[in-house]
C-alpha cells in the first residue's frame, strides 16, 4: 500500500517536503489490508495489531500479537508468501548506539506465531515488502531497499537519495524502487545496483505498475503520469493530469485502458498505449476530496475510493453506477476477493466494510475491544 498523507491537500506543498528527508511527518497508522480466497481470509494491518478476518461474515478469526505491544504500529498491507504474512512497523522496535531500529515481522499462517523480526532498518516502514524469487525486499524511509532470504537473513541493500515510501515491483530480473529523490531506479537482482535510473522531476510517492509487457506505469506528485520501457529506462510518453497522483495504474487488459485517480478526486480512463484520456469523472464531493488509492476493475466498470469515505463503482464510459459513503477516510487500496469488495477505513466506525460487486452493503468488521 502508499502513504497517504493525512493533511489537507492545501498542507502539502509544505508538510509533505519539509518531512521527506526525515521519512515523514507523525501521525497514526493507518489500515493496510489483503485478501486470501483459498483460506476464505482477509488480513488487515492497523495500528498495534494484524487481523484475520473471515470472508463469509466479517468475524475475527484471530489476532498478531495476542496483546498491545508498543513497539508495534502496523501500517501497510502485509504481505503473503510462503505461508507467512510479513509486515513493516511504524514504531521503533530496538535501540542500538543511540539508533532507532524498527521491525519487519514475519507472522505463521496456520499458528499465528512470530518467525522471525528483521531489525536493520533505521525509519518507519510506509511501504508493503514484496517477494521477488528467493527474495522479500523491503523499501524503508531511511533511503534503503533491504533483501533478505524467506528466513530473514540480511543478503543486500541499494541505497537511493531518499525516503521510500513507495512499494517497489519486481521482474526476473529487476527490482524497480520509486523514491522521494524524483528518481526511478532499476536495481539489478544480481548485481545489486542500478542499470539506470530515471529522473521525473518531482517526488515518486505511487507504486509502479508493471505490465507483462515489460513497461512501467508511475506518477508522480506533480501530476505527471509516465509510461516507460523497463528494460532500458526510455520514456515512451508521458502526460499530465489535474493535480499530484499517489495512486498506482491499474490496466484493464482487454479494453488497454489504464484507471487512475488524483489527489483533487478525479478519476481518469486512459488509453495504456500513448496515455490519451477517454474519459474523466469528479469524485469530488466536498472541498479537499482526493483519490489516493488504487482503483479496481470489476467485470462491468471500475471502482474508485476518496478520502471522504467514498465508494463509487463508474462504467466503461465514465458514467457513476453507484455510489456509497462510509464514515472514515479510505486511503488503502481496495481489495477484490471472491464476490466481496473490501476497503479498509481510517478513523470510521468500522475497520473494514464488505460490498457484494453491486454495491451493496454486505458485513463490516470493527476489532472486539
Not at 10 to 26: E, H, I
Not at 44 to 56: H, P, Q, T
Not at 131 to 153: P, T, V
Request: proline share 4%; with cysteine.
Amino acid at each position: 500500500m502508499k502513504l497517504k498523507l493525512i493533511i489537507p491537500i492545501v498542507l502539502v506543498s509544505l508538510g509533505l517536503f519539509l518531512s521527506a528527508c526525515s521519512g515523514g511527518p507523525s501521525y497514526n497508522a493507518e489500515p493496510g489490508i489483503v485478501a486470501d480466497s483459498n483460506s476464505n481470509t482477509a488480513y488487515v494491518a492497523f495500528g498495534s495489531y494484524l487481523y484475520a478476518v473471515n470472508l463469509d461474515n466479517g468475524t475475527q478469526s484471530w489476532r498478531y500479537p495476542d496483546s498491545s505491544q508498543s513497539d508495534i504500529s502496523f501500517y501497510s498491507s502485509p504481505l503473503m508468501v510462503n505461508n507467512m504474512l510479513v509486515v513493516g512497523s511504524y514504531n521503533t522496535t530496538a535501540s542500538s548506539s543511540s539508533v532507532s531500529h524498527y521491525g519487519l515481522y514475519s507472522i505463521d499462517m496456520k499458528t499465528h506465531a512470530t518467525l522471525w523480526t528483521f531489525t536493520n532498518a533505521t525509519a518507519r516502514y510506509n511501504a508493503s515488502p514484496i517477494a521477488a524469487g528467493d527474495l522479500i525486499l523491503a523499501a524503508n524511509s531511511d533511503y534503503n531497499l533491504y533483501a533478505m532470504d524467506h528466513n530473514g537473513a540480511y543478503q543486500w541493500q541499494f541505497t537511493t537519495g531518499g525516503a521510500l515510501w513507495a512499494t517497489p515491483v519486481a521482474d526476473d530480473t529487476h527490482v524497480y524502487v520509486p523514491s522521494m529523490d524524483h528518481k526511478l531506479y532499476a536495481v539489478n537482482l544480481s548485481s545489486h545496483q542500478a542499470d539506470w535510473t530515471d529522473d521525473l522531476g518531482a517526488a515518486l510517492l505511487a507504486s509502479p505498475l508493471l505490465t507483462q509487457d515489460g513497461t512501467i506505469y508511475i506518477g508522480t506528485i506533480a501530476g505527471n503520469l509516465y509510461k516507460i520501457k523497463a528494460s532500458d529506462g526510455s520514456i515512451l510518453t508521458k502526460t499530465t493530469l489535474k493535480a499530484g497522483l499517489w495512486a498506482t495504474p491499474v490496466l484493464d487488459s482487454g479494453s488497454g485502458t489504464l484507471y487512475i485517480g488524483d489527489q483533487g478526486g478525479n478519476a481518469y480512463a486512459l488509453s495504456e498505449a500513448d496515455l490519451s484520456l477517454i474519459w474523466t469523472a469528479s469524485m469530488n464531493t466536498k472541498t479537499g476530496n482526493s483519490i489516493l488509492a488504487s482503483a479496481v476493475v470489476l467485470p462491468d466498470g471500475v471502482v474508485f475510493v476518496n478520502d471522504n469515505g467514498d465508494v463509487g463503482e463508474y462504467s466503461t464510459t465514465g458514467k457513476e453506477a453507484w455510489r456509497q459513503s462510509l464514515k472514515g477516510k479510505l486511503y488503502a487500496d481496495p481489495v477484490i476477493a471472491g464476490d466481496h469488495l473490501l476497503v479498509a477505513i481510517k478513523d470510521g466506525d468500522n475497520l473494514v466494510q464488505s460490498f457484494n460487486l453491486n454495491g451493496a452493503l454486505s458485513w463490516f468488521f470493527k476489532p472486539p475491544q
